[in-house]
């Protein structure tokens, strides 16, 4: 089965369009004058970034010999991660190349535990710091290549716009120079090539035409490359985006926990706990009444029998959304079509797995099916549903379509949000496909984990 995710809205808004195509565009573009900026300054960023890193790390090293080169060498690499936080400031605000910082260093703690050790432990914790050295790395690199860049950038610019404007101004070398126009070639003989008759100008200003047609893409080009020096030297490493991100993952399970269990806990209080309370208040009051009043008292023992069954069926109810226990018997085929058969709207269920995934994706599984189905009940209008489950490669694919009235809300703190958050914890996808009028499909992804 298909799935087409390209009509994802995050935003509920369809992507800009444009009238003047991109081509044209691109040469008045804030963001192409914002990438020429980036480079113009990066010339002499890069000469300052260059002479003070290596100027300062040449003498650390060469006072190593010595204790001094310790200290010497860790302020030049805690410089480094500070001009290092100079420059993606600057990516951001010029390029919009939003890159997070490395972590802080963070200095051995004595045997293993307790306070943080003294300045020495803080100057070798630097020196292990591999964020710090690809600072310094990156300040060595970075004036060559701006050098190159600010080069091709600045004479693509300039020639292009020289060129393309040359009609408007040609007139200032006739009148203020002793030239007839601007001067292609020239020897020591005073032969010389102008721009001066109506043709040769014509073509000037096609060619530059042409050129400053071309010069936003060469611009934004060189700063992509710049752009991909400040992520891959000055950003997070792979392995410490991952820590931080797995790290919010438990954040968002420790948080789904708690929520679930206080709802675990308001729905005991608030159904069955409240419910068995009057219960056992009036076998109370039947026990008293069973001498006095014995078909008083037996009616009121009925009327508990019936508030019983009814306690029941919330437990189980409840004990059901918390993890039913045909899933944990049967699976996920079975467990799906009882949720089918329990919901509002007319569900069709198919579930297609060679095997049965690990219990903890089995549950998530059932949770997003169980959650998308009480949505399209309560607020999709619909009058028939479907699921279909099966594996794709290393993926459990999940995929809920309803006929309902669409526009179903995927950001924000909408109930689809929060499943979203739940799925990402292990390394999940939702994707919701919801225009005005339906139909809805929500499509979910899972690792599947045998």
């Keep these: 089965m298909a799935i087409d995710y390209g009509t994802h809205r995050t935003a509920g808004r369809a992507p800009g369009r444009h009238r003047v195509p991109a081509l044209l565009r691109a040469p008045l573009e804030a963001r192409t004058w914002g990438a020429f900026v980036y480079l113009m300054v990066g010339l002499p960023v ?10 300062f790390t040449t003498l650390g090293f060469g006072l190593l010999i010595t204790f001094l080169g310790v200290p010497v060498l860790a302020a030049t690499l805690l410089m480094a991660r ?3 936080a100079f420059e993606r400031v600057r990516a951001r605000g010029l390029l919009g190349l939003d890159v997070a910082g490395p972590g802080p260093v963070r200095p051995a703690r004595r045997g293993g535990r307790g306070a943080e050790g003294g300045a020495l432990s803080w100057m070798m914790a630097v020196l292990k710091d591999g964020a710090a050295w690809r600072h310094v790395i990156y300040a060595l690199v970075q004036l060559p290549w ?19 404007l040359y009609p408007a101004y040609m007139w200032i070398y006739p009148t203020y120079t002793d030239q007839p126009g601007m001067q292609l070639y020239g020897d020591s003989d005073g032969k010389a090539v102008y721009l001066d008759n109506p043709f040769e100008t014509g073509a000037a200003c096609a060619a530059g035409l042409v050129l400053v047609l071309l010069m936003p893409w060469v611009v934004r080009g060189l700063a992509q490359v710049s752009g991909l020096l400040v992520t891959g030297l000055l950003g997070p490493s792979r392995l410490t985006a991952r820590v931080r ?8 399970v420790v948080d789904t926990a708690a929520a679930d269990l206080r709802r675990i806990e308001r729905e005991l209080h608030d159904g069955a706990q409240a419910r068995l309370s009057a219960l056992a208040v009036d076998l109370g009051v039947a026990k008293e009444k069973v001498l006095q009043d014995p078909q008083g008292a037996a009616r009121m023992v009925d009327d508990a029998h019936g508030e019983v069954k009814i306690a029941l069926k919330e437990l189980r109810d409840l004990a059901r959304g918390i993890h039913p226990a045909i899933l944990t018997d049967r699976g996920l085929g079975p467990a799906l079509s009882a949720l089918a058969a329990r919901s509002g709207v007319p569900v069709a269920a198919e579930v297609d797995l060679p095997a049965r995934p690990a219990p903890a994706i089995e549950g998530i599984a059932y949770f997003t099916v169980s959650e998308l189905l009480r949505n399209i009940g309560k607020h999709s209008g619909a ?8 594996r794709s490669a290393d993926r459990l694919m999940i995929q809920v ?22 799925l990402d914890s292990v390394d999940g996808l939702l994707v919701v496909d919801s225009p005005a009028g339906g139909p809805t499909t929500v499509t979910a992804e899972l690792p599947w984990r045998g």
Excluded: Q, Y
């Design 401 to 422: 379509w309803d006929d309902g009235r669409g526009g179903a809300p995927a950001a924000g703190g909408s109930g689809l949000a929060g499943l979203a958050e739940r």
């Design 82 to 84: 500070g001009l290092g």
């Design 245 to 252: 991100e797995l790290e919010e993952d438990r954040g968002v």
């Design 146 to 164: 701006s050098i190159f860049a600010f080069t091709a950038a600045f004479t693509m610019t300039s020639v292009s716009w020289l060129l393309f």
């Design 383 to 390: 009058r028939s549903a479907r699921v279909d489950v099966w």
């Design 46 to 55: 890069g000469v300052v970034l260059f002479s003070l890193v290596l100027t």
